[in-house]
């Protein structure tokens, strides 16, 4: 056996076991960008595969300031009361400028943080399409084959994150402020159309009639789109980190889609098909790296942005020279 299987073979029994730091070593293989480790990682990854699949995936997406830490916190320590363990995956913004991110969900999750049975990871984004981690849906097998039970993936609820979440998860929450309002007008329709559910969060005190309204206005638009499933109505609920109000109910609508869609088959297609837009999305990433990387692109590329800068040029005649060119390689 090669010293990189070998290796390969000890991390695969690290996670298997359930052991942390092995865990955390290989999504950090995984996150790599040096070729050495990215190629152990996938070594790991590809022992690990036929572990995972058996987890709930749950999306959780929101403003900032809604409160999805607060209440993926809430429902973790729930969960693993019920004896459950939680993997929670928080990715965190990238500076356009720098590429670094605060990496602050272990502060903001503390409590959860200090639970055996659960696992947090937060990741910085990479500047990736909708915030999403580059290599998150990786991260999540791993975590499957570690035996996690639930797999939480928080994004921040910028641009297209919540496409990007909703394209690896089995149910896909959207939590919102109390009163609709504004941002329901607001409200792109596309996360509606993604939603699985809408949870007002921050129903108490003060803000609970705001939100029982909002809960109303809410379902009244959701009531206006078609259901992305023939089985499923996204419904529309009321919730409170602080106070647990509402958390267990969310994990019973969880549980019951989870029970739905099985019966129909849809939640083996759906997994189906995110994996092959996976595959795909793959061949596009390492086609565009081999792009990049040809010499003759390379020379070409300064020069083309200059011309299609000062309207010299267009840029579909620009990116035809540059196929051209690596065509021609």
């Given at each position: 056996m090669s010293a990189r299987l070998a290796s390969a073979a000890e991390y695969r029994d690290g996670v298997r076991a359930g052991d942390r730091r092995a865990i955390a070593k290989t999504i950090t293989l995984l996150e790599s960008r040096r070729a050495d480790h990215a190629e152990l990682g996938q070594c790991?990854?590809?022992e690990l595969v036929p572990h995972s699949g058996g987890a709930v995936r749950l999306g959780v997406t929101g403003?900032?300031?809604v409160g999805k830490s607060s209440f993926i916190e809430a429902l973790g320590l729930a969960l693993i009361e019920r004896g459950q363990r939680?993997?929670?995956l928080a990715v965190d913004p990238s500076s356009p400028r720098s590429g670094g991110s605060i990496l602050g969900d272990k502060t903001r999750m503390e409590r959860l943080a200090q639970q055996p049975d659960a696992f947090i990871r937060p990741s910085p984004s990479g500047g990736s399409l909708g915030g999403v981690a580059h290599r998150t849906r990786e991260t999540m097998l791993v975590c499957e084959a570690a035996g996690y039970e639930v797999v939480i993936v928080e994004?921040?609820?910028v641009g297209q994150s919540e496409a990007a979440v909703a394209s690896m998860v089995d149910f896909f929450a959207v939590l919102l402020q109390p009163g609709a309002g504004d941002e329901l007008q607001g409200m792109k329709k596309g996360v509606l159309?993604?939603?699985d559910a809408l949870v007002v969060n921050k129903a108490d005190g003060e803000l609970r009639a705001a939100a029982r309204r909002a809960c109303v206005e809410y379902q009244h638009a959701l009531d206006l789109l078609r259901p992305v499933s023939p089985h499923w109505r996204p419904p529309v609920l009321l919730a409170s980190a602080r106070s647990g109000d509402g958390i267990e109910e969310f994990w019973k609508l969880v549980l019951a889609h989870r029970s739905a869609?099985?019966?129909s088959g849809e939640l083996d297609a759906r997994r189906r098909t995110q994996s092959l837009a996976w595959l795909w999305s793959l061949v596009e990433e390492q086609l565009q790296r081999d792009?990049?990387?040809h010499p003759a692109v390379?020379?070409?590329i300064p020069p083309l942005e200059a011309e299609v800068a000062a309207r010299k040029c267009t840029p579909a005649a620009a990116a035809r020279a540059l196929l051209e060119i690596y065509r021609d390689r």
């Open positions: 790991v990854l590809e403003t900032p300031g939680v993997a929670v994004t921040v609820g159309e993604l939603a869609l099985p019966r792009f990049r990387a390379t020379r070409a």
